[in-house]
């Protein structure tokens, strides 16, 4: 099984926290209904019953002109396009693959939960009672990142 690549992992950490640092956005929380989920469809049922996984947030700043040079894919509303980008972007297959990545290799995602990586707040890993906020979110893809990258140099 590939790995992500860490470099795209740690554009994606950065990605969320350029999107955090959004004046709007401050504290916001994976699954929080505020106002870019108004463009995300609500009649999902997947994971928290919103779009606001990281897949939902991913695809909301790729539809915003302004918060960066990355990942531009145009706005999609279904989650599972999303997350299907997100694994893309970091260079494996789709999000089937991404999520059984992380199970496989707990120590490399951070926490025995990345297969819930986009429906439950525990595979990022801090302040499990709480979702995580986009912050927390981008953090723990650079850290991510940092964990492949060591591995990697000791292969």
């Known amino acids: 099984m590939n790995h992500p690549n860490p470099e795209r992992c740690r554009e994606l950490g950065t990605f969320f ?19 870019p989920n108004e463009k995300l469809d609500k009649n999902s049922r997947h994971g928290c019953g919103t779009q606001a996984c990281h897949a939902g ?28 980008k997100i694994a893309q972007f970091v260079g494996v297959k789709n ?21 819930s990586m986009f429906c439950g707040r525990h595979a990022f890993g801090e302040n499990l009672g709480e979702q995580p906020t986009i912050k927390q979110i981008g953090i723990h893809w650079l850290k991510v990142a940092d964990r492949i990258e060591a591995h990697e140099k000791k292969a």
């Open 57 to 84: 947030w991913f695809g909301w700043g790729c539809g915003v002109d302004h918060l960066v040079p990355g990942p531009r894919n145009g706005f999609e509303n279904d989650y599972v396009y999303q997350a299907n």
């Open 17 to 35: 926290l350029i999107i955090d640092g959004e004046p709007t956005m401050k504290e916001i929380r994976m699954g929080e209904a505020s106002w």
């Open 95 to 115: 999000s089937n693959y991404l999520e059984s990545w992380a199970e496989t290799n707990p120590r490399l995602w951070g926490n025995g939960y990345g297969v």
